[in-house]
């Protein structure tokens, strides 16, 4: 028999044709061979096809980040499209864009921040892992598709924790001990508020109070905090957990008198000083100083900051909205980094991501990468006492003088608290601005 010759190709009847002059049928055995290896070939193609065009499902999904073996945290996001996600935490709505799709797995990338959620996706949900790459840190991940309550409520609450309480955390270790302030409103079960400390808040905490057992969580992509508490009308007794690295007891009770340290007194320019002096770079390796004309004759706010720092987030979204109304007053903002990340490329990549985000015009400089130590940070600026918190804030008149410090960041979160620091920040520049 003559070998067929010419190119084959499988018809849609499924049937092998030859598209040369000649068509001389293959034998038997070759014909079953070549149809396995065509149906071989078909199969895998299709999986791969398939594979490669898992996306997330529209509707709203709850997530379940592990914090150790038996305890959750738990928060609610929806997919709007394939390429956009809404994560929910009381008030605040965080729009997610940055979605890959790899095979069957999604890449989920929350706005600025390193973090970023890796997992295959099912028919039900989502199983993988949260992960922050240079702080070598990764929790397990899943989330249930078609799930809407944050925690599962069956039983009324036996109390109302609305609010102000006085919250000590780690309030046995003298090292560790800080206060806090926790404000809260109730409805029904529903829990919202958060905790404010002497050095910024917690953002936004939604939950639950179900009998005597005080429910807590939040997630914003730089951090997932879960507060579990026994309640009574006048006090509470839990545990704060941030991921799966860190935890620590706290207590508090009812006192809707208590305030915190003023954060206008905690750091401060050490004696015999005046003024802060730096040289640091920016994007494009200049180095930038008080010194240079810009900033001449000009109040000048200095913000001490990370593009890893949540509360640093909202106060770059507030300065960056007030310097686009009041740039043309004789009026400048230096943002200085200090970025954990490894490398000044990556240090710089999450600077140019943040300012791009959320459209920041005013220079922010790396003062330090490889670590946001804030003795590192206080040794960057020696005229310091300290560096207690990232955002710092410092007010510099016309002539250069530091006039104020002011440590942390009252967020939307805290309500009234962060309405009162913008009435009072506003009247300060605009008194500087005067003189």
């Not at 545990?239 to 007891?249: D, L, V």
């Not at 240090?347 to 015009?361: Q, S």
């Not at 990232?390 to 006039?403: N, Q, S």
Request: proline residues 4%.
């Amino acid at each position: 028999m003559k070998r067929p010759t010419g190119r084959f190709f499988l018809s849609q009847e499924g049937t092998i044709q030859n598209v040369s002059e000649e068509s001389i049928p293959l034998n038997n055995f070759r014909m079953k061979v070549y149809s396995l290896l065509v149906a071989l070939v078909i199969l895998v193609s299709c999986k791969s096809e398939n594979e490669q065009n898992k996306t997330l499902k529209t509707g709203t999904y709850k997530a379940l980040l592990e914090v150790n073996d038996s305890i959750d945290m738990p928060f609610i996001f929806e997919v709007i499209t394939k390429n956009e996600i809404q994560i929910f935490n009381a008030e605040e709505v965080i729009k997610v864009d940055e979605i890959k799709y790899k095979n069957d797995s999604v890449f989920i990338s929350p706005p600025v921040f390193e973090g970023y959620i890796a997992a295959k996706i099912s028919e039900t949900g989502l199983e993988g892992s949260y992960n922050k790459d240079d702080l070598n840190r990764s929790v397990p991940f899943r989330a249930i598709y078609g799930e809407t309550q944050r925690f599962e409520v069956t039983n009324k609450p036996e109390t109302d924790v609305s609010g102000n309480w006085e919250t000590t955390f780690s309030p046995n270790s003298e090292t560790d001990k800080y206060i806090a302030k926790g404000i809260f409103k109730q409805e029904k079960n529903k829990v919202t508020g958060t905790f404010r400390t002497a050095t910024g808040d917690y953002r936004y905490l939604e939950g639950i109070v179900e009998d005597n057992q005080l429910k807590l969580s939040t997630f914003d992509g730089a951090h997932a905090y879960l507060f579990l508490a026994t309640v009574t009308d006048s006090t509470m007794q839990g545990m704060f957990y941030s991921g799966n690295h860190y935890k620590e007891p706290f207590t508090a009770k009812r006192n809707d008198a208590f305030e915190l340290p003023d954060a206008n007194n905690l750091t401060y320019l050490k004696e015999g000083f005046e003024q802060v002096a730096f040289s640091f770079p920016d994007e494009n390796g200049s180095l930038v100083s008080l010194e240079d004309a810009r900033f001449k004759n000009k109040v000048v706010l200095v913000q001490i900051m990370g593009t890893w720092c949540p509360n640093c987030l909202d106060e770059s979204k507030y300065f960056t909205e007030f310097y686009k109304n009041n740039r043309d007053k004789d009026f400048e903002i230096i943002g200085l980094a200090f970025e954990y990340t490894d490398t000044e490329e990556k240090a710089f990549a999450n600077i140019k991501r943040l300012k791009n985000r959320l459209n920041i015009d005013y220079p922010i400089l790396l003062a330090q990468y490889g670590s946001s130590s804030k003795v590192s940070a206080q040794e960057k600026l020696p005229m310091l006492n300290q560096v207690l918190s990232y955002p710092t804030t410092i007010f510099i008149d016309k002539t250069g003088k530091v006039r104020k410090i002011h440590t942390g960041f009252n967020g939307p979160a805290t309500g009234e608290k962060y309405t009162e620091f913008t009435k009072e920040f506003e009247n300060f520049v605009e008194q500087l601005l005067q003189e």
